[in-house]
């Protein structure tokens, strides 16, 4: 939805949850040591400033972001810390130090971005896009599209190099993007058969039958072979018993790899278990 600014948001539990969980997922996923294409459709912007007028008029970076790394620099967060997470906290603080900001998606995937691997970053923002194409014009394997995700990634697969994964994070602000990301991901792993898909979605109570249908559907187009894993998230902003508030996110993997499950409870645990501690 062209409405949706993902800066009024950069950084919250949904990003916690979501960029922790894709460092691990990323961490396992180079040990192969092989080249593969990233498909980042939902980008954003990649960098955000957590002091901006956006990010300070919600504070959903506070909860966040924000909150974890202040209680990591005053080692005041439970041991032990999950490796994986400990390494997304390092990487998160490098920038927030630097510049007060919050390295996105693409930034995350970049960080890991081999020199013979590709990846691939959609948004339909005008504004986005620009950004985007700005901050990686110099980078010869970073390629930016002004396109409709759902499109892009069924126009663009099966990619060069053919291992890789895509990830779709949109805002759901529209309920079209329950049942097309169902449509690309069966159409698309037809013919990508190894591509694996990361699906973040809200867990919303008025969104439960969606939500299902979308679970169901991916389910069925993946044989099964799918990951997903939850978190609730807290606040003492908003009223967790509200209709229409976020109380949690998911992620569905599918193709998932090894050992990726094991890692991945342990950090939702921990992220819960912090979140959890709202003074």
Known sequence: MLSYRHGFHAGNQADVFKHSVLFSFLKLFIQK????????????????????EWSLKTGEAEEGIIRFLDLYKKEKLPLPIPEDFKAY???CLKNYDRNSSYAGSPEIIRSFLQKESNLILCDLHSAEAEKLKELYKHVE?????????YEAVRALTPP???RGFALFDPSYEVDSDYTA??????????????GIFI?????LNHKTEECGALKSRISKAMNNKI?????????????SENEYGLQGSGLLITNPPWGLEEKLKEICGYIEKVSAGLD
Do not use: M
């Open 89 to 91: 906290l390092d990487f």
């Open 199 to 203: 699906i973040w979605y809200p867990i």
């Open 181 to 194: 990301i169902a449509e690309s991901v069966e159409k698309v792993c037809k013919k990508w058969p190894i």
């Open 227 to 239: 990951l997903n894993i939850e978190v609730k998230h807290f606040s003492n902003k908003i009223d």
């Open 160 to 162: 060069l190099p053919i």
């Open 141 to 149: 394997n970073v390629h930016v599209h002004k396109r409709d995700c």
């Open 33 to 52: 040591q092989k080249p593969f294409t990233a498909f980042d459709l939902n980008a954003g912007s990649a960098s955000y400033n957590l002091l901006s």
